[in-house]
């Protein structure tokens, strides 16, 4: 059976011991000289990798859980055509699980002095930067005989940033905000909140809103209307500590907070407030101050990109006289944080008076849905010794509530996909009763 193509260079040249002649050889190295000759011309006509040129350009950044390409082009300057396979290799975490091989590889041809792009379509998986790591090119020669290879680099860098998943509850919060500043309907009344304007009394009003001097220039009854106050400081807290790792569903406790301080801060700027961010463990990991309304979400979302747990334990003395310095006038300060008893016992309490006395204190925490879920389990013995180890739980977090809340601390306890909204409630509440 005659042999051709690969197979036939293999098997001669794979059956010549290196190193020794034997004459023998001589006949079959004389058949198999026209596939040699082949061979080595399939070689030289392959372009060669080394002189390529790449560039890049494309997206920059995109949000967790949506696509991002970057466009990679190959420019072959020499006299030969380029036809390869071509990987464009990216952390593992830059593509769905076993979509990877199909996306990172391309076939491309490329003539002689011109130039071609190649698209690769990212889906990170997490956040951060994402960055680029080598491209590796095998180019062909026409046969297909002997390949050429080589790797160059072609750096680029995707930020990762934030879902933001909790905005589809922007506009509904948005539209109470409006009522609240009288915008839409009634406006409110209450301690701390701004004089607007002067109306005519209705059925239903507070008396005690009735402007008698008002009323006695005129003929009807006259009643003031107020509005909530406008450029209140609201410091958002992310506790960055050991707690914040841990998994509630499939994504860490950071991420649900991030989601809920998101919200708030697109909320807060809406109203008129100025939002600042703190990030702490043992020590600042970012801080986010005097950004304008229009700038400080996007602000947020950079920054909150790259930010991950640390397997540490919050100073909580340290995380306090931070946010003292960084809001030294009175302020609503949000600590997103655990509701766990010994981080609060432990850390929190003993400093938290020196936050209350100055500012209006609200603590978010993340509630895991699967506690609520042992509690209801019956059936077996299994079952029902988990769902004491769950009621004993609870009722160890809602002691901590109860403690916090002597302290005059707002709390704000929910699962992940709730967090957001009832943080953003918490805060409505705060300023139609006008506390902030």
Not at 201 to 207: C, E, K, L
Not at 313 to 336: H, M, N, Q, Y
Request: proline share 6%; glycine share 6%.
């Amino acid at each position: 059976m005659a042999l051709t193509g690969r197979t036939a260079l293999l098997a001669a040249l794979g059956s010549v011991p290196i190193g020794i002649w034997d004459p023998s050889w001589t006949g079959l190295l004389a058949v198999n000289a026209p596939l040699a000759v082949a061979c080595a011309c399939d070689f030289a006509l392959a372009a060669p990798v080394r002189l390529l040129r790449l560039s890049r350009s494309g997206d920059t950044s995109t949000r967790l859980g949506d696509t991002a390409d970057v466009t990679l082009t190959v420019a072959n300057p020499s006299n030969r055509p380029l036809r390869a396979h071509l990987r464009d290799a990216w952390p593992p975490s830059s593509w769905q699980p076993g979509t990877e091989t199909t996306a990172s590889r391309h076939r491309v041809t490329v003539p002689a002095g011109e130039r071609r792009r190649v698209t690769t379509r990212l889906r990170p998986t997490r956040r951060g930067d994402r960055q680029s790591d080598r491209v590796t090119i095998r180019s062909y020669g026409p046969l297909g005989l002997f390949t050429r290879q080589g790797t160059h680099r072609a750096p680029w860098t995707v930020r990762v940033l934030p879902p933001f998943t909790s905005r589809k509850h922007l506009p509904s919060k948005l539209s109470r905000l409006r009522e609240l500043d009288g915008r839409t309907s009634v406006l409110t009344r209450g301690e701390g909140t701004e004089f607007d304007s002067l109306r005519e009394y209705v059925p239903g009003d507070d008396t005690r809103s009735i402007d008698w001097r008002a009323t006695a220039r005129q003929s009807a009854v006259a009643v003031r209307t107020w509005r909530p106050e406008r450029d209140r400081h609201i410091l958002l807290v992310l506790d960055t500590g050991r707690t914040s790792a841990g998994r509630v569903g499939d994504a860490p406790r950071l991420d649900a907070s991030m989601d809920a301080a998101l919200l708030l801060a697109a909320l807060a700027s809406r109203a008129g407030d100025r939002v600042d961010l703190l990030a702490y463990d043992r020590r600042v990991r970012t801080l986010v101050q005097g950004r304008t309304a229009g700038d400080v979400l996007p602000s947020l979302v950079n920054t909150m990109a790259t930010l991950e747990p640390e397997l540490v334990e919050t100073d909580a003395r340290g995380l306090t006289a931070t946010a003292l310095r960084s809001a030294p006038r009175r302020s609503l300060i949000v600590l997103l944080t655990t509701l766990d008893s010994a981080p609060i016992e432990e850390g929190l309490l003993p400093v938290l008076p020196r936050l209350t006395q100055r500012h209006t204190v609200v603590l978010a925490s993340v509630a895991d849905p699967h506690i609520s879920r042992m509690a209801e389990a019956r059936g077996n013995t299994d079952a029902v010794y988990e769902a004491a180890a769950a009621a004993q739980a609870q009722a160890e977090r809602d002691r901590t509530a109860d403690q916090l809340r002597r302290h005059g601390v707002t709390i704000v306890d929910a699962i992940p996909d709730e967090l957001a909204p009832a943080l953003a409630d918490a805060y409505l509440e705060l300023k139609a009763a006008g506390r902030l």
